[in-house]
């Protein structure tokens, strides 16, 4: 009887198939839907604005077609005076607004923690914050003057408040829970105000911020209609008087295009500054 004492050959295995990486659904398409979608109701509006004056569905000397806009906007951008007075107005809105961002969040922010701060501010408060800021308007004209100091000014008042009743909600806002957690921790005063007022505070002041933004463009519209040299609201207010309608037309619309690309710039800073909060629908 033989014995093979030949060791048994290796036994062979399956060689595993390689699974090619999956692909990700691509966003494109998505983003092409959702731009056209936002974009319908701007197209039909530039749609019905063409063809009304053009069928004399309204007079087009007061209301022209948006083709004649366009050329009068581009005629103004020729020429330098939308560069001119579009700077004009940008320097004057981004002061006010700028002033009342510095002065407003750290104020809103004082009195929505410190109860006696509040206690002592609050009957001043409610006095300026309902009175417009354009009936204002003549009051700062007679003590600041024409120049650009009572322009600022009043971009400034009319953005302060929404900033500081805003920011005054967002403290007193904050959950309960939170600030009893957080107390337990023995947190000192400033601790708790950096690590658990300031975060929870930020999307509400955000929301004041954005308010103002908008004011600070539509109030100053109004006070450069009266004594200005330059600005948006000055060529709109010289086109009505020169019968110029379509450059008037042309400066309401470039108004409206800073508006909407402003807010979406604090847009933008807002989700950066709360990137840690979880979106609703994760």
């Known amino acids: 009887m033989s014995t093979d004492l030949r060791p048994a050959p290796p036994l062979s295995l399956p060689t595993p198939k390689v699974l090619p990486p999956a692909r990700r659904p691509s966003r494109l398409p998505g983003l092409l839907v959702t731009a056209v979608t936002k974009s319908v109701a701007i197209a039909l509006l530039l749609v019905v604005w063409e063809l009304a004056p053009r069928l004399d569905l309204v007079d087009r000397t007061f209301l022209p077609p948006v083709s004649e806009v366009l050329d009068a ?16 107005s940008l ?24 109860r006696p701060v509040a206690n002592l501010l609050n009957p001043l408060l409610e006095i300026f914050r309902n009175t417009a800021a354009l009936a204002l308007l003549p009051v700062f004209v007679l003590i600041l003057g024409i120049g650009e100091t009572s322009k600022i000014s009043i971009v400034l008042y009319a ?46 002041v955000f929301t004041g911020i954005r308010l103002a933004g908008a004011v600070s463009i539509l109030v100053l519209v109004a006070a450069e209609m009266v004594g200005a040299k330059a600005g948006l609201g000055y060529l709109i207010n010289a086109s009505q008087y020169n019968f110029a309608i379509p450059q008037m037309y042309a400066g309401i619309v470039t108004i409206s295009v800073i508006g909407v690309a402003f807010n979406q710039l604090l847009v933008r800073l807002e989700r950066r500054f709360t990137a840690w909060r979880a979106p609703l629908n994760s």
């Open 73 to 88: 906007w581009l005629g103004l951008l020729d020429s330098g005076q939308l560069a001119v007075n579009t700077w004009a």
């Open 91 to 114: 320097n004057r809105s981004l002061s006010g607004f700028g002033l009342a961002v510095v002065i407003g969040v750290p104020l809103g922010l004082l009195i929505g923690w410190y």
């Open 159 to 204: 953005c302060l408040w929404p900033i500081l009743l805003n920011t005054i909600s967002a403290v007193r806002s904050v959950d309960p829970t939170l600030l009893r957690l957080a107390r337990s921790l023995d947190l000192s005063p400033v601790k708790l105000f950096q690590k658990v007022i300031l975060p929870a505070s930020v999307p509400v």
